[in-house]
């Protein structure tokens, strides 16, 4: 009997792959290399040779980045965390091999629904019939009891999805609304429980139908009490009808509970930059939500133009407030290049996986770099290896003057390795995932 079969005929499942992860790095073992792996079960120590690491910039005669450098590297892995990295030792037969295959930070999605999504069940595109935000709400109002049951079946779904694509984190806004209640929160957040040895999540208690245009109050009041990380919102005038009374309680909300606000804008008109004006107010007059405080889509910054970018993007930065963006094209191209220069925050993530909202989603970040450089023309080695930080949520193996800054020991290990010979490679070609480790564990990936 294969140890596939032994486990799932046992009942263990993903629990037992819990239990024993001796057997899955075992097993992961077997398929790059025949030789016999020893481990230490009970801190999961293991050796990884054959890993290729940056190490540096080379540059022309003009001082442009033309190539990045890399070696080979073997590093050690104890108790979830890295302990060594030195020169590669091929010769040690006791190490996983990992081919030459480039080992990237794990990648991070910062914008999903793990609770809604069409994805894992029959193929369904996005009915094109239902308009704008409040016809989206009468619409999930219907759909969401229908969809409840495959819940936790479906997030399951998304997460092998983002795994499978070098993904082990993501931040997840879970809808707390009268028709869902807390129900799908408690879902997700058993979910995540029982992946928590493969996965990581932050959750966002997102009032999708708005805050009082359906009186999601006390809901919200309850969610925030448990352990969640984010009050979310979303385009306060056109639900609430009210900027200032909705991010107010929010505010306070947050403040109460020790929690960071993310917020859904997708408002392109006055009301968008007053509620981004109002919000960045309400975090300097709050410094503890500074770095805590991000506005996902904002989608009011592309309609600005250059000189109000600067302008906002210089109050974003000076406030701590980030930006979550899908990097949409087409007629919303974001001012991810300002808001760099500007020293904002950025991040990314798929947000919609195959549901109501959107037909779209691959669950890939390496995608997103690799739009992101499109869109922006970051076409040079330096500039595709500099993409790479929208899919891990600024996390480089190397600075902009080509100094390795990743991996050191102490790190966490939460790793990707990827068929690619440097990270602009990786980013150009959306290459190949072929292994995911998160905090020491080989997670098992399609």
Same mark, same amino acid.
């Given at each position: 009997?294969?140890?596939?079969?032994?486990?799932?005929?046992?009942?263990?499942?993903?629990?037992?792959?819990?239990?024993?992860?001796?057997?899955? #790095? !075992?097993?992961?073992?077997?398929?790059?290399? #025949? *030789?016999?792996?020893?481990?230490?079960?009970?801190?999961?120590?293991?050796?990884?040779?054959?890993?290729?690491? !940056?190490?540096?910039?080379?540059?022309?005669?003009?001082?442009?980045?033309?190539?990045?450098?890399?070696?080979? +590297?073997?590093?050690?892995?104890?108790?979830?965390?890295?302990?060594?990295?030195?020169?590669?030792?091929?010769? =040690?037969?006791?190490?996983?091999?990992?081919?030459?295959?480039?080992?990237?930070?794990?990648?991070?999605?910062?914008?999903?629904?793990?609770?809604?999504?069409?994805?894992?069940?029959?193929?369904?595109?996005?009915?094109?019939?239902?308009?704008?935000?409040?016809?989206?709400? @009468? +619409?999930?109002?219907?759909?969401?009891?229908?969809?409840?049951? !495959?819940?936790?079946?479906?997030?399951? @779904?998304?997460?092998?999805?983002?795994?499978? #694509?070098?993904?082990?984190?993501?931040?997840?806004?879970?809808?707390?609304?009268?028709?869902?209640?807390? =129900?799908?929160?408690?879902?997700?957040?058993?979910? /995540?429980?029982?992946?928590?040895?493969?996965?990581? &999540?932050?959750?966002? &208690?997102?009032?999708?139908?708005?805050?009082?245009?359906?009186?999601?109050?006390?809901?919200?009041?309850?969610?925030?009490?448990?352990?969640?990380?984010?009050?979310?919102?979303? =385009?306060?005038?056109?639900?609430?009808? %009210?900027?200032?009374?909705?991010? =107010? $309680?929010?505010?306070?909300?947050?403040?109460?509970?020790?929690?960071?606000?993310?917020?859904?804008?997708?408002?392109?008109?006055?009301?968008? /930059?007053?509620?981004?004006?109002?919000?960045?107010?309400?975090?300097?007059?709050?410094?503890?939500?500074?770095?805590?405080?991000?506005?996902?889509?904002?989608?009011?910054?592309?309609?600005?133009?250059?000189?109000?970018?600067?302008?906002?993007? &210089?109050?974003?930065?000076?406030?701590?407030?980030?930006?979550? %963006?899908?990097?949409? +094209?087409?007629?919303?191209?974001?001012?991810?290049?300002?808001?760099?220069?500007?020293?904002?925050?950025?991040? %990314?993530?798929?947000?919609?996986?195959?549901?109501?909202?959107?037909? $779209?989603?691959?669950?890939?970040?390496?995608?997103?770099? *690799?739009?992101?450089?499109?869109?922006?023309?970051? *076409?040079?080695?330096?500039?595709?290896?500099?993409?790479?930080?929208?899919?891990?949520? *600024?996390?480089?193996?190397?600075?902009?003057?080509?100094?390795?800054?990743?991996?050191?020991?102490?790190?966490?290990?939460?790793?990707?390795?990827?068929?690619?010979?440097?990270?602009?490679?990786?980013? &150009?070609?959306?290459?190949?995932?072929?292994?995911?480790?998160?905090?020491?564990?080989?997670?098992?990936?399609?």
């Amino acid at each position: 009997m294969t140890r596939k079969d032994f486990l799932r005929k046992s009942g263990l499942g993903i629990v037992g792959l819990q239990l024993i992860p001796f057997l899955l #790095n !075992e097993e992961i073992h077997s398929k790059r290399n #025949n *030789n016999f792996l020893k481990i230490n079960e009970m801190k999961n120590e293991f050796v990884l040779k054959n890993v290729l690491l !940056e190490t540096g910039f080379g540059y022309n005669a003009e001082g442009q980045v033309i190539v990045t450098e890399t070696n080979l +590297f073997s590093i050690e892995i104890s108790d979830g965390k890295i302990i060594k990295i030195y020169s590669n030792n091929n010769s =040690d037969l006791n190490a996983i091999d990992m081919q030459g295959l480039l080992m990237l930070p794990s990648f991070k999605d910062m914008h999903i629904h793990l609770d809604k999504t069409y994805f894992g069940g029959p193929w369904k595109a996005k009915n094109t019939n239902v308009k704008g935000v409040k016809g989206m709400i @009468k +619409f999930e109002k219907e759909l969401l009891p229908k969809i409840a049951p !495959e819940t936790s079946f479906r997030a399951n @779904k998304i997460i092998d999805l983002l795994q499978s #694509n070098g993904t082990s984190f993501t931040r997840s806004h879970i809808n707390i609304e009268p028709t869902s209640k807390l =129900d799908r929160l408690h879902e997700i957040q058993k979910v /995540l429980e029982n992946r928590k040895n493969d996965f990581e &999540a932050e959750l966002v &208690a997102f009032p999708q139908h708005g805050v009082y245009y359906t009186d999601s109050v006390n809901l919200l009041k309850e969610a925030a009490k448990t352990d969640i990380d984010f009050i979310g919102g979303v =385009d306060p005038y056109t639900l609430d009808g %009210s900027i200032e009374k909705t991010i =107010d $309680f929010t505010v306070e909300l947050a403040l109460d509970h020790n929690k960071g606000i993310d917020m859904h804008l997708h408002e392109m008109n006055k009301y968008g /930059l007053d509620t981004v004006e109002y919000i960045i107010k309400k975090v300097n007059e709050n410094p503890a939500l500074k770095g805590k405080t991000f506005l996902s889509h904002c989608f009011i910054l592309a309609a600005l133009d250059n000189l109000e970018q600067e302008r906002i993007a &210089a109050k974003l930065a000076n406030a701590g407030v980030g930006i979550i %963006s899908t990097i949409p +094209f087409g007629k919303i191209s974001m001012p991810i290049p300002t808001l760099y220069k500007h020293g904002v925050t950025v991040y %990314s993530g798929n947000d919609s996986i195959t549901d109501h909202w959107d037909s $779209f989603g691959t669950g890939s970040m390496l995608q997103k770099a *690799n739009l992101m450089a499109q869109l922006y023309g970051y *076409n040079s080695e330096f500039g595709l290896s500099r993409c790479l930080k929208i899919a891990t949520a *600024n996390k480089l193996p190397l600075n902009d003057l080509g100094e390795q800054q990743w991996p050191k020991i102490g790190d966490v290990a939460n790793l990707v390795f990827v068929d690619a010979s440097c990270s602009a490679e990786a980013v &150009a070609r959306i290459s190949p995932i072929k292994n995911l480790i998160h905090k020491g564990n080989f997670v098992k990936i399609s």
